[in-house]
């Protein structure tokens, strides 16, 4: 209903009435929906690379739990890019420093400030490769959305516009129905590409942490130990075996 209005012109009134349902929903789904679906591929993926087994329930108790975190380091790292694309170069810098805030809070259940903090400091040092990385990733998932509508449309065949009418072009029901199809089929495939960011998210976070702070070795160490992993910047003393 929003494309129609759009597309077809007419009163502004009108056609703002006409998008507040679609622009109202984008928006909640930005501050939450989406914030729940990727804390709770972060958890999966965690736990995968942890040798976990990752269950639907694990991913989405743990995010669930770190939610009001989650938002505010989320929110905040936005702010602050969004203050620095007013100059463009900081923005981008910005960006990258913060792109991994939401795995920092469910992987190392930080604060919003140290979120920012630890994300910052892992970044530092490869922002090329960070930028590399999502830019890729980005336009694998904009090539499989493109696909999606390039078969919708196949479905449907994009019709004409009405010409006829005194408001100028106007929207028949065949091309309501390609806009509806055509969007559908590229949100379909999104639903199975789309994860692939929060997945590169949490693949990066385990990259930076490997190459600047050993966490592979870390992570054999405790397993050879018997003990839990811990940060690398935590140093816990295993209890001696008895009868020492």
Do not use: C
């Not at 991913?59 to 100059?87: D, E, H, K, P």
């Not at 998932?141 to 006829?164: M, R, T, W």
């Not at 490997?210 to 160490?221: Q, T």
């Not at 018997?226 to 140093?235: L, T």
């Amino acid at each position: 209903a929003s494309q129609t209005a759009f597309v077809s012109g007419g009163d502004p009134t009108a056609m703002l009435r006409a998008m507040l349902p679609s622009l109202s929903t984008m928006l909640l789904g930005m501050l939450f929906f989406q914030q729940i679906a990727t804390g709770a591929i972060t958890a999966a993926v965690a736990d995968g690379y942890m040798g976990k087994l990752p269950s639907v329930g694990r991913s989405y108790s743990t995010v669930l739990a770190r939610f009001g975190t989650l938002f505010g380091a989320i929110l905040l790292s936005a702010l602050i890019t969004a203050v620095g694309f007013v100059i463009i170069v900081p923005g981008i810098v910005f960006m990258l420093w913060f792109s991994i805030v939401s795995t920092v809070v469910i992987i190392e259940r930080t604060g919003v400030g140290q979120a920012l903090t630890r994300s910052r400091a892992l970044v530092q040092g490869f922002l090329s490769k960070v930028f590399g990385l999502f830019l890729l990733v980005g336009i694998l998932v904009l090539i499989f959305s493109q696909i999606g509508q390039i078969i919708g449309s196949a479905i449907v065949p994009k019709p004409g516009l009405d010409l006829a009418g005194s408001g100028g072009a106007k929207f028949t029901a065949a091309s309501e129905k390609y806009l509806l199809v055509q969007t559908l089929s590229g949100h379909i495939v999104e639903m199975f590409v789309g994860p692939l960011m929060s997945i590169a998210h949490v693949l990066l976070y385990y990259d930076l942490r490997i190459r600047k702070e050993g966490f592979d070795m870390e992570v054999m160490s405790n397993e050879i130990l018997g003990g839990p992993v811990m940060r690398k910047d935590v140093v816990e003393i295993p209890p001696p075996p008895g009868g020492f």
